[in-house]
């Protein structure tokens, strides 16, 4: 496994090459004990497979993109939500909550997936103490 580190974010991108198949590259970002797949729209933490929905995915894969940048709920509807006629701003809570529930350790306190009061929410790579 190649692995190259952001320090600006702290994040994991490490690229897999399997040895029988070095066309089989996956391109993985990784934070606490989870690890997402980019190519295989996969996710593990502690190295079981959790089950997300698309839309679950692409909310993690936009908080991934923007490590410790505050994104505004309606940023958040723009960029997951654009196809659906009225999303609202309870849709993107519901599916924080839901991130929460299935990686974060705590998810009544969590580490990763911030509320930013007034804005919306903050990805923060490292847990904030």
Known sequence: MKTATAPHNNLDFAATS???NAADDDYRISFADVTVNLDKATVTRGGKTIALTVAEFELLTLFLQNPEKPLTRDAILDSVWSYL????TRTVDAHVMRLRHKLEKDPEAPRHFLTVHKVGYRFCPEEKK
């Open 18 to 20: 399997d040895a029988e």
């Open 85 to 88: 006629g009225s999303p609202n």
